[in-house]
């Protein structure tokens, strides 16, 4: 018998498509040259509410070069939306397409200008001189948040939950905590800013876009258009970081399109720094509250989480900051409330573990502050209240190693040398903290379909109109393919990002490993199958006559397990049947798991931080992370992925926040010189630890997503390993050094 091979799903394969992106042969949504290109530059709104009563662009359109001056008095008037069928979402709101002279946020698209160069169209651009009729505008969060809306209610995510008395639980306490907790508005900084190039071929739409969706992309385009998705066609091979902005379709996508179709070539939109701001969505800002009362023990008694956040007129987004506080920990009576403070804003979005990042750090914060409280190990309290089912849906976990990782995470970083007293842990005029929390995550999966293709040469194309945000898409899919298949790596190519290959989710909430990886392998084992089927009805075959399940496919070649001296590679058989390739479709999807388990991932994060006691600033030498995630697809860019969230999660703590110009409305640190994000100077050692075992329920690899974990839990370990360094509790983000001196 032979041996079976080594797995290569797993293993800390190179990215596959590193080399295109160190040589420059990666191409991104902006770099596709297309023949007669035009360029198009945005011109935004100054004020945050109120009419266009002028728009004067005669100096702009007599410009050199500009061929198009689009606004509201001349774009193309877009048909009414259609209501939504059966499994399909309603029409947009958010979108900004020049229908109108209504202003609803300080940095709305109100005109496109169109030129044959960036640089006419720039100058173009500045010469548009638009006169407003201003009306007030809400700007004021805090007066805002004195008239709350309840969110639109969502599927598996109410607004509000209870389970028990709360409040009666509450009063019965040994030990309670009432607690507020604040973060900022944070904007994306991916370092490929929003691009679109469009492209009309009469009635048929190409439309190069930088997105995490690029179907969502094409039935959003589509149906603002007014025309059949199967007219658009969406291409994005390569995603130079999105984390959340690019899930949505944004207004310079459609802008794009309709200004390509008006001047009748190619046109590009790419959105300067600046243009990030406003109209492409942030991360909303959140008050949250929490009370906690505990026995003397610090069992839980109750649990309550009340949270707001901002929204915008334009339409609805919410910021479920109380999701991880339902599943979390064990209590006896629990309550929490989702509610909106609308703003003149642009829409907010889903930034990276959106919901779960902000709402981690409150209740981990909260969490230390009870276990202070209390006198007892914040570890101890966790352990302590532990819950062995999910709390909110009373299920079992699908799998769960919470303990495991306090334990390792605990080992690791040398948390039996902290002393309990804030301030007593220093080195000179330094003082030394250190801090703890959880990190959690659910665990998401959609349908998705995948292509399998062995070619006449021994080659293998498998495709799915997936994305790669930089998380390695292409390498793991290329692992299990390989896997799958029994086909040397090397000989395998995965290619993704358009809507002509077979249909995949959004590359958003952790789910594009656990949604597309299975279709990956469904796909490679049905067309392996029919590769065997060929090669035993084939009298010239080695493996003639044997059963499928004697016929072993290594490394290309097929053989008898029986007699693995009786072999040919999978090219002569094609070759001999006449040389067309052998090819399967396949659709991978969940069945009813989530309705017998809870899916969900865990980790613990252990901080210490360096805070200079007479400047307050904080320095962070080193990070524990531990982490259940089920199986890992590459230990290497699982690695990287994990690493690259508690980078965030550092930047959460100590310096991310659109500062904000609340007379207007407008980002006034919209650049990356201001707008504060962790360098390599600012990160210490980050030790990443990922337990074995895979999550049996969630999919046939075992394999939850990992892109969004990452970052949960940080900024609470951060923020209280402030505080155990300088006895200084600073609840609102980012924590900087005039809070603390």
């Known amino acids: 018998m032979t041996p079976t091979p080594t797995p290569v799903t797993g293993q800390p394969l190179d990215r596959t498509d590193g080399v295109a992106k160190v040589t420059g042969a990666a191409r991104f949504s902006s770099e596709h040259p297309l023949a007669r290109m035009a360029y198009a530059v945005l011109v935004q709104s100054t004020i945050p509410k109120g009419k266009i009563i002028a728009i004067d662009t005669a100096q702009a359109s007599a410009m050199r070069g500009v061929l198009l001056v689009m606004t509201h008095r001349n774009a193309p008037k877009l048909p009414a939306p259609k209501p939504p069928g059966k499994d399909e979402q309603p029409p947009n709101p958010k979108l900004s397409l020049l229908q109108n002279d209504e202003v609803q946020y300080n940095g709305q698209p109100v005109a496109v200008v169109v030129a044959d160069t ?27 948040k004195r008239a709350p809306r309840t969110p639109k209610p969502q599927p598996d995510r109410p607004s509000d939950t209870a389970r028990g008395d709360a409040e009666a639980e509450l009063a019965r306490a040994a030990t309670r905590i009432d607690t507020v907790y604040t973060t900022p508005m944070e904007n994306h900084n991916p370092m490929e800013p929003h691009a679109t190039i469009a492209a009309w071929d009469g009635g048929s739409l190409t439309l190069h876009d930088a997105t995490q969706n690029v179907s969502g992309v094409r039935k959003a385009v589509a149906r603002s258009l007014g025309i059949a998705p199967e007219q658009v066609r969406v291409i994005c091979p390569f995603v130079g970081g999105g984390f959340g902005c690019k899930g949505s379709t944004w207004s310079h996508v459609v802008l794009a399109a309709m200004a390509a179709r008006q001047v009748g070539r190619p046109v590009k939109l790419a959105l300067e720094r600046t243009h990030m701001y406003g109209p492409v969505g942030a991360r909303p800002m959140t008050e949250q509250r929490l009370r906690l009362g505990a026995q003397r023990d610090g069992g839980l008694q109750s649990v309550m989480h009340d949270t707001i956040s901002h929204t915008s007129f334009v339409d609805d987004f919410t910021e479920p900051c109380t999701s991880p506080t339902r599943m979390l920990y064990a209590s006896t009576a629990l309550r929490t409330t989702q509610r909106l403070a609308t703003l003149n804003l642009g829409v907010p979005t889903y930034m990276r573990a959106p919901g779960e990042a902000p709402g981690s750090f409150a209740l981990e914060c909260a969490l230390d502050e009870l276990a202070i409280a209390l006198q007892m190990d914040p570890v101890a309290l966790r352990l302590r209240n532990d819950a062995e089912r999910d709390p909110e849906k009373d299920l079992p976990w699908s799998s769960k190693a919470l303990r495991e990782c306090y334990r390792v995470g605990a080992e690791r970083f040398g948390w039996a040398r902290r002393t309990a007293q804030p301030g007593s842990m220093r080195e000179g005029r330094t003082l030394i903290g250190y801090g703890m929390a959880t990190a959690t995550y659910p665990a998401n999966r959609m349908p998705a379909k995948a292509s399998a293709m062995i070619r006449p040469d021994g080659t293998v194309l498998v495709r799915s109109g997936t994305h790669d945000l930089g998380t390695g898409t292409y390498t793991i899919m290329t692992q299990v393919a390989a896997d799958a298949l029994g086909w040397p790596v090397g000989k395998v190519t995965f290619e993704l990002g358009d809507t002509a290959m077979p249909q995949a989710p959004v590359s958003g909430g952790s789910m594009t490993a656990a949604s597309v990886a299975p279709a990956v392998q469904a796909a490679a084992t049905a067309v392996r199958a029919k590769l065997v089927a060929l090669a035993t009805g084939d009298a010239m075959s080695p493996v003639h006559g044997a059963a499928a399940d004697d016929v072993l496919v290594e490394n290309g070649w097929l053989l008898r397990k029986s007699q693995p001296d009786r072999r040919e590679p999978a090219a002569a058989l094609i070759a001999r049947n006449g040389g067309a390739p052998v090819t399967a479709d396949s659709e991978a999807k969940p069945g009813d798991e989530k309705k017998q388990v809870s899916l969900h991932s865990f980790g613990a994060v252990f901080v210490e931080v360096h805070v200079d006691a007479d400047l307050g600033t904080v320095r962070v030498p080193r990070i524990v992370g531990v982490y259940d995630v089920g199986r890992l697809l590459n230990r290497k860019t699982g690695h990287s992925q994990l690493m690259g969230g508690i980078v965030w999660g550092l930047g959460m703590a100590l310096t991310e926040k659109t500062e904000m110009d609340w007379r207007v409305g407008r980002a006034v640190n919209a ?22 075992g895979a999550d049996p329920h969630i999919n046939a690899l075992g394999a939850r997503g990992i892109g969004e974990i990452g970052i949960t839990g940080v900024a609470a370990a951060i923020a209280n390993a402030v505080y155990h360094a300088t006895g200084k509790r600073v609840r609102d983000l980012p924590i900087t050094a005039d809070k603390l001196i």
Not at 119 to 138: F, I, L, M, T
Not at 679 to 691: E, H, K, P, R
Request: proline content about 6%; glycine content about 2%; overall charge negative.
């Open 118 to 144: 960036l640089e006419h169209a720039q100058d173009a651009a500045r010469r548009v001189k638009v006169r407003y009729a201003p009306q007030p505008a809400v700007l004021d969060f805090q007066a805002a």
């Open 671 to 692: 650049n990356l010189a201001d707008y504060h994000v962790p360098v390599n100077a600012d990160i210490g050692a980050i030790d990443v630890t990922v337990l074995d």
